[in-house]
């Protein structure tokens, strides 16, 4: 089975009205710059419900190099680069679900989450 085409230049998903399309066979990367808003759980929802394919944020820098990238726990975004950017985020230093134990940039919601579920299983 080949994969399905991918457009020719990234969709801008912040403007991008998402509505019920075809199926994909991959997942979808969403890609945010520094400064730009994050992805939100209820954006993913709807990539969710308009693709029936997990999505992955990106974090890349004004040349397109990776700045920071979610893994497949979907438990914040490994640093890739010295260049990520904090932008109102915390960083997480546990070891991800993934396995990876490099630190995360998370918000600062689901940091303060992490802190409480660790004081709890104490
Ligand atoms: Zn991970």
């Not at 991918?6 to 969709?11: G, Q, V, W």
């Not at 998903?13 to 209820?42: C, D, M, Q, Y």
């Not at 990876?100 to 104490?122: C, F, H, I």
Request: aromatic content about 6%; hydrophobic content about 40%.
């Amino acid at each position: 089975m080949r994969p399905a085409p991918l457009p020719r230049r990234p969709l801008s998903w912040t403007s991008w009205p998402l509505r019920k399309s075809p199926p994909l066979s991959h997942a979808v990367i969403a890609l945010t710059r520094p400064g730009e808003p994050r992805l939100t759980e209820a954006r993913r929802e709807c990539f969710w419900f308009a693709f029936r394919v997990p999505v992955f944020e990106q974090i890349i820098g004004e040349r397109g190099e990776l700045l920071a990238a979610e893994c497949e726990a979907h438990d914040g975004l490994h640093i890739e680069s010295m260049r990520a950017p904090l932008d109102k985020m915390t960083l997480e230093m546990s070891p991800c679900g993934c396995g990876r134990k490099t630190p995360r940039l998370v918000s600062a919601d689901r940091a303060e989450t992490l802190r409480r579920v660790a004081a709890y299983a104490r």
